[in-house]
């Protein structure tokens, strides 16, 4: 941390953290988990979903720099990101319900308007909540503790939705009859979604401070196609994180369905993940100590590599049923631990690149760069998910069946652990050379601050 720069207070880390909780339903694993439930318990089809999550991804990516966009040039007593907290906030109530309680004729049409809904909401919210940590803290270490209280509230919160069902469905309580993902469940859990974001939304709205807001020369939507052609630090992040996403959603999506069909442990779905999350919030403080020895992206890559390295050794466990469930858990839980810095980190380096970027162009575009990338991640999220349920259907694999035959059971194979494992190690090998470092970031931050002084003395 530099000398000039404030530790954010605890209070204040607290609050911007506290919209995670309840963000927690509308980012992985509970877009998969949606994917799967849908194929399982409504008229959905495998292919129609595939279908649906390319299209709706198409249809979120227009409206997803225009928020960026739209966030960076709003003018308000309360900052540029506030207001469209709270919008999203609202619009989430609808979404929540749409998503998570279907009815029970519900199709492909149905899931189209569910996902599209899941995903406007999440883009309104997403895009400013994690722009407006780059306004907190300009400064590349306390960006890294935003970021990192931010991911420390999204595993929490997805560990206390993922065990829900497992405490309503246990014999002293009653309410759920499994910890299966099932109607019930899902409704349950949407209506969680419904009284906590107002809630957590409205904690971060007025607890924390608007921060330093930047702002630069006056730019148009047209020249968001910039950022690609004259930001060399974004196209290799950018690159790598689409491609990670899409190995992380082909193993979300079908995570459910190996558990369930392929090993037999159909049941314990819910524990597996649950298990495994708690292991990235574990993890949180490893990687932030090793990002300040070794920087953000070498922490990020190394783990990336070693992530595809070790997924196929899911296959080494029998099964049907005969695998050590205890055994295969702490295996998750490791492999699971290691994809930690991709959640954590993109925030933080997408802050230093807007730096990078309002040093070289003199533009303050920090929310249209967000926007991007919550385009294009959950982008790459749509591709995987679609790639996953597109080979299930080429393989002929049907997840309600328990009589696939041994090709369409290798094609499920190659969906859920090959093309992970092939994401997540090229993604890895192009953050390895990614440019902005600690030290580099410090000099940006500082010619910036040099220019903001200038242009206060020539307006003076």
Not at 5 to 32: C, D, K, M, N, T
Not at 81 to 97: E, H, I, M, Q, T
Not at 257 to 271: A, K, Q, T
């Amino acid at each position: 941390m530099s000398k000039t720069a404030q530790r954010v207070p605890f209070g204040q880390l607290a609050a911007y953290a506290a919209p995670g909780f309840s963000l927690a339903l509308l980012i992985s694993p509970f877009p998969a988990l949606l994917m799967a439930f849908y194929a399982k318990h409504t008229d959905a089809t495998t292919a129609g979903i595939a279908t649906v999550i390319l299209f709706a991804r198409i249809f979120n990516g227009v409206i997803d720099p225009p928020i960026g966009f739209l966030s960076d040039k709003t003018h308000s007593r309360w900052g540029p990101r506030k207001p469209w907290l709270v919008a999203g906030a609202l619009f989430s109530l609808f979404a929540f319900w749409v998503a998570y309680m279907p009815p029970a004729n519900a199709g492909n049409a149905y899931f189209a308007l569910a996902i599209v809904s899941f995903y406007i909401a999440h883009s309104v919210i997403d895009t400013p909540y994690r722009t407006w940590s780059g306004e907190i803290s300009t400064d590349y270490a306390q960006r890294s503790r935003l970021a990192g209280a931010t991911t420390l509230a999204l595993l929490i919160g997805g560990v206390g939705f993922l065990a829900v069902p497992e405490i309503l469905s246990m014999p002293a309580i009653g309410i759920l009859d499994s910890a299966e993902l099932d109607r019930d469940a899902m409704a349950i859990l949407g209506w969680i979604g419904i009284a906590m974001m107002p809630v957590c939304i409205g904690i971060a709205v007025f607890a924390v401070p608007v921060g330093t807001v930047t702002r630069g020369e006056a730019y148009h939507l047209a020249e968001m196609r910039t950022i690609f052609t004259r930001n060399g630090p974004f196209r290799r992040f950018i690159s790598a994180d689409f491609i990670s996403q899409v190995g992380w959603a082909a193993s979300y999506a079908l995570m459910a369905i190996l558990l369930d069909n392929y090993f037999g442990f159909g049941d314990r779905v819910v524990m597996f993940l649950l298990v495994a999350t708690a292991a990235q919030v574990a993890a949180i403080p490893i990687c932030t100590r090793l990002a300040a020895r070794f920087s953000k992206h070498k922490v990020y890559a190394w783990c990336q590599i070693l992530n595809g390295v070790l997924l196929p050794g899911y296959l080494l466990f029998p099964p049907g049923g005969q695998a050590d469930f205890g055994l295969m858990l702490a295996y998750g839980a490791f492999v699971s631990a290691l994809g930690t810095p991709n959640m954590m980190f993109p925030q933080a380096l997408t802050s230093d690149i807007a730096d990078y970027d309002t040093l070289r162009s003199g533009q303050a575009r920090a929310g249209t760069y967000f926007s991007m990338r919550t385009f294009l991640a959950p982008a790459g999220g749509a591709v995987g998910g679609a790639l996953g349920f597109y080979t299930l259907s080429l393989f002929s694999y049907d997840p309600a069946s328990n009589a696939n035959s041994a090709l369409a059971t290798h094609g499920m194979l190659a969906a859920a652990i090959g093309l992970p494992m092939i994401a997540f190690v090229v993604s890895g090998l192009l953050m390895l050379s990614y440019p902005i470092t600690a030290s580099r970031h410090a000099f940006i931050r500082k010619r910036i601050e040099g220019r903001r002084r200038e242009d206060r003395s020539l307006t003076a």
